[in-house]
């Protein structure tokens, strides 16, 4: 699932460049406007995508994306993440993409399937029935607490 999820967000960055591309291109006849436009499509692109990890990361325990995969970001202890948390896995998942998509890739070689963005944030994503099962997560109430039988 996490591959799922993986993909999901690669897709989401290449929505973004190809709205902003096209925005550019709508403007071809004018060079300054198309310019504005594919300026425009880029900045709203980083900061849509910077506020949505920033926001739903500590707050939800990952994206949309990995709540729908089954999957949750947590430190490495297992604990929510903090702000300056996902702040720094989002700018290292950036810097990750540019050497050939390298930070990214060395989560297929990585005995916890952790990227370069992971291991600088120190986080790990998880499976939720994981969370439910060690109830890790239960004093911050990120996840349903296990019932007391």
Not at 96 to 117: D, E, M, N, T, Y
Request: with cysteine; aromatic share 12%.
């Amino acid at each position: 699932m996490r591959y799922v999820n993986s993909a999901s967000t690669v897709a989401g960055g290449f929505i973004g460049f190809f709205v902003g591309f096209t925005a550019g291109m709508a403007g071809i006849q004018a060079p300054h406007l198309a310019q504005v436009l594919t300026l425009l499509g880029a900045f709203t692109s980083i900061v849509t995508t910077f506020l949505y990890y920033t926001y739903f990361q500590p707050k939800m325990n990952g994206t949309l994306g990995k709540r729908a995969c089954g999957l949750a970001l947590v430190r490495e202890d297992f604990t929510p993440i903090s702000l300056s948390q996902a702040v720094t896995r989002y700018i290292m998942l950036g810097v990750g993409c540019i050497p050939l998509f390298a930070g990214v890739i060395a989560i297929f070689f990585s005995g916890r399937k952790q990227g370069w963005h992971d291991k600088v944030s120190k986080t790990v994503v998880v499976s939720r029935d994981f969370l439910k099962s060690t109830n890790a997560n239960a004093p911050q109430g990120h996840l349903e607490q296990k019932k007391a039988a």
